[in-house]
Structure formats: C-alpha cells, structure tokens
C-alpha cells in the first residue's frame, strides 16, 4: 500500500494566497457600487455593464489559459497573471471612467488565467488529494470575496479614502501573492507528459473536450453557478438597501454570504472527493441557492436566514464546478483543457447575470424579477449538477 506524501507547506500557501486574489478585485465593486455609479452618472444597467466586464474576461481568457501554461509553464503563467492583477489595480487609481474600465479589464483577464490555471495545477501536484486541495483553494476563493466584501465600505470610513483609492487598496494583497510566486516562477514549471493517443496534437484533444456530453454538463454547472455568485455579489447589497436598509448593513449582508460560503467550499469537495458519484450533493447545493433566493422574494425581513442558506450554497457550488473538473479527468492536462471550456463556456453565460439582473431592474423598477430570474438559474444548475454528477471520465 501507498502512503501519501505530506502536503508542502509552501506549496499550499502560495496555492492559497493566489486563490485569494481571484475574488476582491470583482467582489469589492459591489459595495462602493452606488457611489460609483451616482459619481459617474450611470444607471444600473450600466453598473451591470461594469460589473459583467470582468466575469466576460474570465469566459473569453480562458481558453488562453491552457496554451499559456504549455508555453511558459503553470508557475510563470500564474506569476504573470498576479502582475497583470497588480497593474489592474493601479489603474483603476487614474480619475476618468476609461481607467475605471481598463483597469477592471486586466483585473478581469488576470483573474481569468488564475480560474483556469490553478485548478490544473492542483491536479498535476495533489492528485491524490484533490478533493481537500479543493477544499482549500475554494475556501480561499470564498475567504477573498467575504474580505472584500465585509471590509471594503468600514475601509473607506475609516482612512477617508475615496472609492478608487479604495478599490486600488485590495491590489497590496496581489503585490504579496506576486512576491510568493516570483520565486517558484523563476525556478520553472514541473512538466507533465499528456495522455492522449500517439498522434493526437493539442488541438486534436482540445476539440475532443468541446465534443463530450459530461463536458457540457460540467460547463453548464460552471456557467449557472457562477452567474448565480457574481449577480448575487454585484446587486445583493443594493437590493437591502432598497428595502431599507443601509449601505454598510448591505455590505456585512454580503460579507456574511461569502463567509459562509467558505464552509459550503470546504466541505462539498472533501465530500465529492470519497463518492464515486456526486449527484446528492448537487441537489443539496442546489435547493440550498433555491430556497435562499425564494426567502428573498417572499420574507426579506429574515434576511439573515436566506443570506446564510444562499451562502453555503454558493460556496459549495463552485467548489463542487472545480471538484468535478479533476474527478473528471484522467491527469492534469486534461484538467486544464476541461477547466478551460468550462470555465470559457461558463464565464460568458455568467456574464449575463449581473446585467441581466440591472436590465431586469431597470425595466421594472423592482428586485423581484431579477431575483426570479436566478431561481430558474438554480434550477439548470441542478439539472447540470445531476448529469456532471455520474461516474465517469470525459474521454
């Protein structure tokens, strides 16, 4: 019998902290929102625009991903998507709605190579513990957008520091993931020997991963969660306040769904990992978001109830997308070409969420439609989740 080799110390750290990059640059948008927008002159379907932007990047570089890691390496590739973060940042310092923009659009493109190269990663160095690697990096995904959202509004009241300069703050946390992997990057990357057929060119197993049903059921798993997570993230503080309450109670709200949403993060994958078939577990994720979402429309004076239920859902929804992303596959070259599909396919569906939901609310001036309009991505979700969940390998 095998034993296990210890997890690294260092490996895991750098793991996290890179993962808790790819939350706050999106995530802290949301409850500086109606400042930026009265500031700019724009209206929610414009904030919609500028909180889409980002998740449009994730979909759109991530089939970039893949070919960016077989060229440099997974280390380099990931070093240089924390510097395109960190410079991301600094721009949304310059005054002017271009920067604002430009500056969301490299934060959009870094953390679009980080959501495809990172699982991948996990893959090729922890294959025999995907499922609480998993864990982790999902928990660290969850523990950025809780940061960001909990601390961004008491930040700015507390330094007296404006919305830009508030924003450009969460880019010290990139500096230091940056300064963790500028040493790995120069080492260079591990290689890993594909396993496709003699012959079969990378191209050839990209457009074999496109053509397989499990690779849709997992894509559409992706797409419908994480529309469900950055719609609920760009609008969740604006609809509190526009039952009454104040900006920073909309804030903690939303800081209180990511923090949950770290134990739905840990504990899907961990579970996901010992089953040969992980369908339960999407139908619990699932009536979860579902139940959550409908206590919203009909008892918004119990809030603190359906943040917590839509939290651990969402939690556990895109770590169960990621979980399923390795179980899926036979080695970590295969990982990256499914997570990039998933992810490409996925993010441009996601995009439609937070825009979707500033359309919706523009066209009839209340949150309830929106909020409808996420329950029926609840339900595809779970439709995904039970054809993603059966035991087998996407060939």
């Known amino acids: 019998m095998s034993l296990r080799r210890p997890l690294g110390a260092g490996a895991v750290l750098a793991i996290v902290l890179a993962a808790l990059n790819l939350r706050p640059g999106v995530v802290a948008v949301s409850p500086l929102l109606g400042e930026i927008l009265a500031e700019e002159g724009l209206s929610a379907t414009a904030g919609g625009v500028l909180t889409t932007l980002p998740v449009l990047c994730f979909g759109l570089l991530a089939p970039v991903a893949p070919l960016l890691a077989r060229r440099v390496g997974l280390e380099r590739a990931l070093f240089g998507s924390l510097l395109l973060l960190c410079a991301g940042f600094a721009v949304r310092l310059v005054p002017g709605l271009g920067a604002l923009l430009v500056g969301t659009l490299a934060v959009g493109c870094a953390i679009g190579l980080g959501n495809v190269l990172l699982p991948a990663l996990i893959k090729r160095d922890f294959a025999d513990r995907v499922g609480l690697m998993t864990g982790l990096y999902s928990m660290a995904l969850s523990g950025g957008a809780a940061l960001a959202a909990g601390l961004t509004v008491p930040l700015a009241t507390a330094t007296g520091m404006d919305w830009r300069a508030t924003l450009a703050s969460w880019g010290l946390l990139a500096v230091v993931g940056a300064a963790v992997w500028a ?156 997570s990039g599909m998933a992810q490409s396919a996925g993010y441009v569906l996601a995009a439609c969420g937070p825009l979707g939901l500033g359309v919706a609310h523009d066209a009839t001036g209340s949150w309830t439609l929106p909020l409808v309009l996420l329950v029926g991505a609840s339900l595809v979700q779970g439709v995904a989740a039970w054809f993603a969940g059966r035991d087998e390998i996407v060939r």
């Open 183 to 338: 040493p790995r990057a120069l080492r260079g990357s591990r290689s890993v020997a594909p396993l496709r057929p003699v012959g079969a060119t990378a191209a050839d197993a990209v457009r074999s991963v496109w053509r397989s049903p499990l690779a849709w059921a997992v894509t559409v798993l992706m797409g419908t969660q994480s529309l469900s997570f950055y719609a609920v993230n760009a609008w969740l503080p604006e609809i509190f306040v526009a039952s009454g309450r104040s900006v920073a109670v909309g804030g903690w709200l939303l800081a209180l769904t990511n923090l949950l949403g770290i134990v739905g993060s840990f504990v899907a994958p961990v579970l996901a990992g010992r089953m040969r078939r992980q369908r339960a577990i999407g139908v619990v994720i699932v009536a979860l978001i579902t139940t959550g979402l409908l206590g919203l429309i009909l008892a918004p004076e119990v809030a603190v109830l359906w943040v917590v239920l839509l939290g651990l859902g969402q939690g556990g929804g895109i770590a169960l997308a990621l979980t399923l992303m390795a179980l899926r596959t036979e080695n970590a070259t295969r990982t990256s070409e499914l």
